[in-house]
């Protein structure tokens, strides 16, 4: 199988997230806000997680619409930067 070409590669964004309980909280506010099928488009996943912060990724077109989840979600989820590298979270 040949590899994709780099343009046809989804491109992603790089959020950094603080809040309390991320790991099951990101999830569930994504899911309630845009659904199964908005969550499987936003092509969401976990690059670093530590106590009160982590770092995911989303998909380019799909950033408005997690950060959006994220407002309407009752428990405080704060989006502190997103970038489209790891290297420009750092700083």
Do not use: C, H, Q, W
Not at 26 to 39: H, Q, S, V
């Amino acid at each position: 199988m040949k590899p994709l070409k780099p343009s046809m590669r989804e491109n992603k964004r790089y959020l950094l997230v603080a809040g309390k309980n991320l790991r099951e909280n990101i999830e569930k506010a994504i899911f309630d806000f845009i659904g199964i099928l908005g969550m499987s488009k936003a092509g969401f996943g976990f690059v670093k997680t530590e106590k009160d912060s982590a770092i995911i990724y989303v998909n380019r077109e799909a950033v408005n619409e997690v950060r959006a989840s994220f407002a309407v979600f009752p428990e405080k989820i704060e989006v502190k930067k997103v970038s489209g590298t790891l290297r420009g979270l750092r700083g």
